[in-house]
């Protein structure tokens, strides 16, 4: 073993630049993986800690399983069971402040961008916690209008007791007179600002609603506790969690959805890393053919060889997994710098570092060295196989190897038929099926389809540059080995895949997504909350904003939206209430299944939905089927009367129902989004006047107009695609290694050629310029490979997407063609820039000495 390391370490050290570019490839996957790996945990932390770091510490907290609030009346069942100590009930909402609400400076940092208002019993939740008074006093039950805040916060706003502090509310914006200040918070999450239970049920325009209880117990033996709590659980019945809040789920639903999407790309890193790492040993067994047989003469036996080649692997694994795990950990440092912002901003949840688990970190190592290992199998057990007296013969064309790619050809011309068919089917399943078996298949058939390509593109470069017998030489270069040029155009395949897909998909996705946002929010004025993202944050208006607005003269229509939060078994949904009538008069759904004008009227006649594109999705849901929502009062049968799509919950599994039954099933009647009309031919400035004057009374909302909101979301739209486009580039670098990797090892094994092409009259431009054309066919057939993968792949994930609900507008991936067309031809040209300097730079006299 030790003399297997030593040979593989000097062969390393000797060929460096081969053995960083192989390295390379190893790191680029293990960087996308590792990286994006450990970001979604450090998101899902910082929710997590912002939803239950109000929990405190208590023998237990019980909320509802649906998230929303529930009747006071549940605190009056609790107190029944036997060993309760003390129990209190809260209503803890979140309170999203709007940008500079606080200091009024946008050229600052905001540092409070929101609040967790709690109204709380004041006798019943001293008997459970200690809330140690550092100055003032505390609440007392008569209190109205008071509130009691950390000192950490007193400190931010410069507020000592009886200071005025200003918050939005349902009602507009309240006045709080500071009673009292605790201790600077150390807990993470939002700042706490204690009020009356009443106080925040009137604040909050929830009477008579809660939504945690908290209890200690009055033992400490743990039988006993089990068994109080079971009896809690038992009176309380199954609608309610037991545990910490059960927010924000839907969200981190489709924050792991992501992660998924995101991992599909680092495999297809990974997977043109293989393809690099097999080339690159393929490749060098054959260069080192005279080698190994010389190591056989003098005693090496099978295994020995066998094990020396995968001893290289495993050395250049190791190295690129370490390198990528190195650059990973930065990634998600760099990633989650630049959204930290972003979610504090527009979710108001802080964000860590990444999170690194050992179970993370070890897949990690096992996929990078793992990889290169396989990669490097078949190359080691060839060479193994080699006897000394074959391998000291100089090569000759063999037979059996075009009749294997003749085989090859056949099978992968069936598999690329088959994936058209599944294409065609619009089945899910087969069209997943069908992207890999496309892949697959132009693998297989690509050795074959090297020269016909190679001498199409050959003839054409002859034309245009004259270069007639230059090109020539490097076409027949690629063509004397068609399956190291395939598997060289597999890999920048791939790369150039993703990028022709993304375009097809970012543009099908942004087309639907438009036509959503002008449909939906295209009104003359719209009411938008601080955070879109995570609804339950927002503290909305009670319903007197709107009928205000209705009584403006110059307004026409105006429509708001509700929201709640729901399960239908273990799959947490949004649930938006609309008004059946005024809806569809300024704003409007994008619908898939069923009719507008009947589905908005059966929603006014008792417990109908109509559920969006995900929903429906996920559930398996289709018009006429029926779905058990968990609501405030207990499971109800909701009858699916359409499938259709909004802009903002377009991605969030949602329920649209009627307001009225949101108000009696959940007991919600707080508008989060409101919109409005004006009249024809009314003077819009007048206008502007009088509804800017209603808004101020409400800052915790941002008025805008429909058309500027549209404007908006679309520079959103191109700067993120951009930016995906972006880290798309990234993940075609391998097909750059790739190219380099084949033509440095091109040189090298063509010395002795190169020194007889410059001592027949050859001169180094010429020589540089052959090196030039070949990696530019090596491109050119690439790219072929990679535009036909990627406008099959373009379509299976529109067609998938569309198949999973969300809103999306077929269109041909222009940009993406473009995009890759010029990246293929523009890493064909720098991959050729090291091994042409190389051929151009060898000493004629010793090329032809080369052995």
């Not at 097999?278 to 056989?296: K, P, Q, S």
């Not at 599944?422 to 087969?430: D, E, F, H, T």
């Amino acid at each position: 073993m030790s003399l297997q390391l030593t040979l593989a370490a000097r062969y390393m050290n000797g060929r460096r630049l081969r053995t960083v570019l192989t390295t390379l490839a190893v790191v680029f996957g293990v960087l996308l993986t590792f990286g994006v790996n450990s970001i979604l945990p450090a998101i899902s932390q910082a929710f997590r800690a912002n939803l239950l770091a109000v929990a405190g510490q208590v023998d237990l907290t019980v909320t509802h399983k649906a998230g929303t609030a529930f009747s006071i009346d549940a605190l009056d069942t609790v107190q029944t069971v036997e060993g309760i100590f003390a129990v209190s009930g809260s209503l803890n909402r979140t309170v999203n402040l709007p940008a500079d609400y606080y200091d009024g400076d946008p050229a600052t940092l905001d540092q409070v961008t929101a609040l967790a208002l709690v109204g709380i019993n004041p006798e019943a939740a001293q008997s459970l916690r200690a809330f140690p008074v550092v100055s003032g006093r505390f609440l007392v039950d008569v209190d109205a209008g008071s509130a009691i805040i950390s000192r950490s916060l007193a400190e931010v706003l410069e507020l000592e007791v009886g200071d005025p502090l200003s918050l939005p509310t349902t009602q507009g914006q309240a006045e709080l007179s500071i009673v009292g200040i605790l201790p600077a918070r150390t807990l993470p999450g939002n700042e706490e600002i204690l009020v009356t239970l009443s106080e925040a049920q009137r604040l909050l325009n929830q009477p008579g609603q809660i939504n945690a209880l908290d209890m200690n117990f009055d033992t400490l033996d743990e039988d006993r506790r089990a068994k109080i709590q079971a009896e809690v659980e038992t009176a309380l019945g199954p609608d309610y969690h037991l545990g910490g809040l059960a927010s924000g789920s839907e969200l981190l639903t489709n924050l792991k959805i992501g992660q998924a999407m995101i991992n599909v790309l680092g495999a297809l890193g990974l997977f043109m890393g293989g393809f690099i790492v097999f080339n690159t040993f393929r490749t060098i067994v054959t260069e080192r053919r005279r080698d190994l047989a010389m190591l056989r003469a003098v005693g090496a036996d099978r295994r020995m060889i066998t094990g020396l080649i995968l001893t290289e692997s495993v050395l250049q694994g190791v190295a690129g997994t370490a390198a990528g795990l190195v650059l990973g950990y930065g990634f998600g440092v760099v990633v989650l710098g630049a959204l930290g912002r972003t979610f504090e901003q527009y979710m108001h949840v802080r964000v860590g570092g990444p999170v690194v688990s050992l179970a993370l970190l070890v897949a990690a190592v096992a996929v990078g060295v793992g990889l290169t290992l396989v990669a490097g199998l078949l190359p080691a057990l060839k060479a193994g196989r080699v006897t000394p007296l074959e391998a000291l013969r100089p090569p000759v064309a063999e037979v059996r190897a075009a009749r294997a790619e003749g085989a090859a050809f056949i099978i992968g011309a069936v598999l690329i038929g088959l994936a058209l068919a599944a294409l065609l089917s619009r089945n899910v399943g087969l069209l997943a099926l069908g992207g890999v078996i496309f892949l697959i298949g132009l693998v297989l058939a690509g050795p074959v389809l090297v020269r016909p390509i190679a001498n199409t593109f050959g003839a054409l470069a002859s034309r245009l540059t004259g270069q007639q017998g230059i090109v020539q030489l490097a076409e027949g270069n690629l063509t004397r080995q068609p399956t190291r040029a395939a598997v060289t155009a597999s890999a920048t395949m791939i790369g150039l895949a993703v990028l022709v897909m993304a375009g097809g998909l970012l543009t099908s996705v942004s087309g639907g997504f438009l036509d959503a946002l002008e449909r939906s929010l295209g009104s003359d004025y719209l009411f938008v909350p601080p955070a879109i993202a995570v609804w339950g944050g927002n503290v909305g208006a009670a319903p007197r904003l709107a009928e205000e607005l209705r009584a403006l003269p110059s307004v026409e229509a105006v429509s708001t939206l509700r929201v709640a939060t729901s399960l239908a078994g273990d799959l947490p949904f949004t649930v938006l209430g609309i008004d059946p009538v005024n809806y569809p008069k300024v704003s409007g759904l994008v619908f898939q299944k069923g009719d507008p004008d009947s589905a908005y009227a059966s929603l006014a006649d008792g417990r109908n939905l109509i559920a969006n594109g995900p929903l429906a999705a996920f559930a398996g849901l289709t018009p006429g089927d029926d779905l058990r929502l968990l609501t405030a009062e207990g499971e109800q049968v909701y009858r699916v009367v359409a499938v259709a799509n909004d802009y903002l919950n377009a991605k969030i599994a949602t329920a649209y129902i009627s307001q009225a039954s949101l108000a009696t099933d959940f007991n919600v009647t707080e508008d989060v989004l409101l919109q409005a009309n004006l009249k024809p031919g009314v003077d819009r400035a007048e206008a502007d006047w009088e509804v800017k004057g209603l808004a101020a009374q409400y800052p915790q909302f941002r008025l805008i107009a429909g058309q500027e909101y549209y404007d908006e979301n679309k520079r959103i739209f191109d700067a993120a695609f951009l930016g995906l486009y972006a880290v798309l580039g990234f993940l075609a670098i391998p097909s750059l290694v790739a190219m380099l990797n084949t033509l440095a090892i091109g040189v090298i094994e063509r010395t002795r050629e190169i020194g007889m092409v410059r001592a027949v009259g050859a001169t180094r431009q010429q020589v540089r310029r052959m090196v030039v054309f070949e990696a530019l066919i090596l491109a050119a057939l690439g790219t072929s490979f990679g535009l036909l993968s990627g406008l099959y792949l373009a379509r299976l994930a529109v067609d998938s997407l569309g198949a999973a609900g969300y809103p999306v507008r077929a269109s041909f991936p222009w940009m993406g063609a473009v995009l890759a067309v010029a990246i293929g031809m523009l890493f064909g040209g720098l991959a050729a820039v090291i091994p042409a300097r190389q051929a151009a730079k060898l000493d004629i006299v010793a090329a032809l000495r080369y052995e």
